[in-house]
């Protein structure tokens, strides 16, 4: 499967951005959709995540209220909400993909997109 993700750009603290994430190749419902980050200098981290029935969703505590992972199956794409941004939501957002695993670990996601830019400035 082939991921495509869009949407990043610039924003004050407080505002909304919508991150888009395009499957090619395979369907998204075939596997479990989910987003990271990847701020400068720091780890890649996990945000939101379908477990893989889509049947739950999973947030870090740090974006709980305030973003919302959602999917259009005839689509193809995975969406991430991101309401209420602060300063340190900045980061290079990632969709994934993967058959089983973790929902929580980076290593049990097999296919990655290329990556969205996400500034937040106060």
């Known amino acids: 499967v082939q991921l495509q993700a869009s949407g990043g750009g610039s924003v004050q603290a407080g505002g909304s951005l919508r991150l888009s994430c395009a499957a090619s190749g395979r369907t998204s419902s075939s596997f479990g959709m989910g987003w990271f980050r990847q701020a400068h200098g720091k780890e890649r981290e996990f945000v939101a995540a379908?477990?893989?029935?889509?049947?739950?969703?999973y947030y870090t505590d740090s974006v709980k209220g305030r973003f919302t992972i959602s999917r259009d199956n005839a689509k193809n794409t995975v969406y991430l909400q991101m309401n209420s941004l602060k300063p340190e939501d900045t980061a290079v957002y990632y969709c994934?993909?993967?058959?089983?695993?973790?929902?929580?670990?980076?290593?049990?996601?097999?296919?990655w997109g290329q990556g969205t830019q996400v500034t937040v400035s106060s």
């Open positions: 994934a993909a993967r058959r089983g695993g973790s929902v929580w670990l980076a290593g049990s996601y097999a296919y």
């Open positions: 379908f477990s893989m029935l889509a049947s739950s969703t």
